[in-house]
């Protein structure tokens, strides 16, 4: 069965340094999306992307965050300058674009800002 | 603002017994509900979903409950396995808009003993 694969599974980094994390989703896949987890804390939402533009992102989806489809198979997140607070599970998912079908996750990168 | 609320963060039953897993939501626009399954290191996989339309989703082992009214839904696991053991997410959606960005909660720890 496809899936969707992300890249690192976990990446050390200091603070205000840049970071970038890879996803590939499935490949006939339309919507993107980002989430993220503290530890201890609730799935949150990021941003969601669709035909190569932002469709729509949270408050917490700031100046600091990117989002960018370089190619036809992968999804990346930057982050410009990390904060202590980006330590976090990030989830990449997907879906083909039916609108009451489930996401398809990824198995997240550890981000750990030192 | 919690949307969806999950207030076990952990649930323990034995095998073989009943697990009732529940989630409250505050805003009546969500139509479609899922939940997720997480083990550790993983990213969350799809368990079961149902529409704002029933009241009732079954699927093997899995039943979901839908209480409109008391904006209230549940995850019934019966007979629960020791595989079971993973987290939780109850995840809410509303169609209005054409987007798709599931809220979720913030997942409930349930732990089968043998």
């Known amino acids: 069965e496809p899936e969707v694969t992300q890249t690192p599974s976990h990446q050390v980094t200091q603070m205000g340094q840049e970071v970038i994390l890879r996803c590939v989703p499935i490949?006939?896949?339309?919507?993107f999306y980002w989430y993220r987890q503290i530890l201890g804390q609730k799935v949150e939402f990021l941003v969601s992307?669709?035909?190569?533009?932002?469709?729509?992102k949270s408050e917490i989806f700031d100046d600091q965050f990117s989002v960018e489809r370089p190619d036809g198979s992968n999804f990346t997140l930057k982050i410009r300058s990390t904060k202590l607070e980006d330590s976090a599970m990030y989830f990449c998912?997907?879906?083909?674009?039916?609108?009451?079908?489930?996401?398809?996750f990824g198995n997240g990168t550890r981000l750990t800002v030192t | 603002d919690q949307q969806v609320k999950q207030n076990s963060p952990s649930l323990s039953v034995q095998e073989g017994r009943i697990s009732i897993l529940n989630c409250d939501y505050t805003?009546?626009?969500?139509?479609?509900f899922l939940w997720y399954k997480k083990y550790p290191a993983e990213g969350p996989t799809f368990l079961i979903s149902?529409?704002?339309?029933?009241d009732k989703n079954e699927d093997g082992r899995f039943t979901v409950f839908l209480n409109k009214s008391a904006k209230h839904l549940s995850l019934h696991i019966v007979p629960s396995q020791p595989g079971d053991s993973a987290v939780y997410f109850c995840?809410?959606?509303?169609?209005?808009?054409?987007?798709?960005?599931?809220?979720f909660g913030r997942g409930t720890s349930l732990i089968v003993h043998p």
């Open positions: 998912a997907s879906i083909f674009g039916n609108m009451d079908s489930p996401l398809h």
């Open positions: 490949s006939n896949h339309l919507y």
């Open positions: 992307f669709y035909n190569n533009e932002i469709s729509e």
């Open positions: 805003n009546s626009m969500f139509d479609y």
């Open positions: 149902i529409s704002s339309i029933k």
């Open positions: 995840a809410a959606s509303s169609a209005s808009g054409g987007s798709y960005i599931p809220t």
